[in-house]
């Protein structure tokens, strides 16, 4: 008996792991796309351990439960993935720009006393003329507490929009093995 359990964890177990590879392959795609954030530089590995994470709570919590939740959990699944892709990609073609080798990087919220000095007409949002007149430096142009919140606005609804994505697909494949 305890031989079979183990069995049948093992396997469960290996499911899950091959849940999460394919969900970590949704973030590859979008890596190769060039629409992940340019920071922090583990973002991949972060949003891979957020997709587990929501794997596991949907089969936890949502395996037992009625059509109807969850007929409704897919419906406001659905509207918070378009929403939050919605504010994500609104904010990476706010906030990201391209330096000259083709990296990545981010406009902040709040200008430095010298870069509103300056720019004041154009101050936050610098134009990539007046980024490069700042030698591609962002320290120049923005202050660490803009840089940051620009940073984490970026990174919160991109992991919004992760979760709630792979917590729609979860939630269907979870009544789905039910049926």
């Known amino acids: 008996m305890a031989l079979k359990d183990f069995r049948d964890f093992f396997g469960e177990f290996i499911a899950l792991v091959g849940a999460a590879v394919a969900t970590a392959a949704l973030v590859l795609i979008t890596a190769l796309s060039g629409l992940i954030p340019p920071w922090p530089e583990a973002v991949v590995q972060i949003t ?3 997709q587990l994470v929501m794997l596991m709570f949907v089969y936890q919590f949502y395996k037992r439960s009625s059509k109807k939740f969850i007929d409704k959990r897919i419906k406001v699944f659905l509207v918070y993935t378009i929403l939050f892709c919605a504010i994500y990609l609104s904010a990476y073609s706010l906030l990201v720009y391209e330096l ?3 990296t990545k990087s981010l406009r902040g919220f709040f200008c430095t006393a010298e870069a509103v000095l300056v720019y004041s007409d154009s101050c936050p949002l610098f134009s990539e003329e007046q980024i490069a007149d700042a030698g591609f430096i962002p320290q ?3 202050t660490p507490l803009g840089m940051l919140l620009s940073r984490l606005i970026l990174l919160l609804t991109w992991g919004a929009f992760f979760g709630f994505l792979v917590s729609l697909f979860a939630t ?4 789905q093995r039910r049926i």
């Open 48 to 50: 891979a351990i957020l």
């Open 140 to 142: 120049k142009l923005w």
């Open 100 to 102: 000259p080798d083709e």
């Open 172 to 175: 269907f494949v979870v009544y």
